[in-house]
C-alpha cells in the first residue's frame, strides 16, 4: 500500500460487475480504515475515504508484468521515502555539541 494509493491485482468472477465490486471493495474497506483508526472519522468527517474515481485494466497474458511492476513500484516508493525523510533531517544535528 502506497502512502496515497493502492495498487491491486485481483481477479473478480465474469457475473460480478467491475463497479459493483469496486464500491463493495472501497465501502467495506472505510468502514474497516475508521473502525480500526476512529480519528479517520474527524479527519475526514462526512467526505469520502477514497476517491471517487478509480483505474481498472485488464491483465490477460501480462499478469507477471504487472505483479512485477507492483513488486516494484513499492521499493520505488520505499526508496523516495527514504530520500524525503532525508531532505527534512536537520543538517547540523550532533555538530558542535
Do not use: C
Amino acid at each position: 500500500m502506497m502512502p496515497d494509493h493502492v495498487h491491486l491485482l485481483v481477479s473478480i468472477p465474469p457475473k460480478l460487475s467491475v463497479a459493483s465490486f469496486m464500491g463493495y471493495l472501497k465501502g467495506k474497506s472505510a468502514l474497516m480504515m475508521f473502525d480500526q483508526h476512529a480519528n479517520l472519522k474527524y479527519k475526514f468527517g462526512n467526505r469520502h475515504f477514497w476517491s471517487v474515481g478509480y483505474y481498472v485494466s485488464t491483465v490477460g497474458l501480462n499478469e507477471a508484468t504487472i505483479r512485477k511492476y507492483i513488486r516494484d513500484q513499492e521499493k520505488h516508493d520505499q526508496a523516495q521515502d527514504r530520500l524525503s525523510v532525508r531532505e527534512y533531517e536537520d543538517p547540523f544535528k550532533g555538530q558542535g555539541k
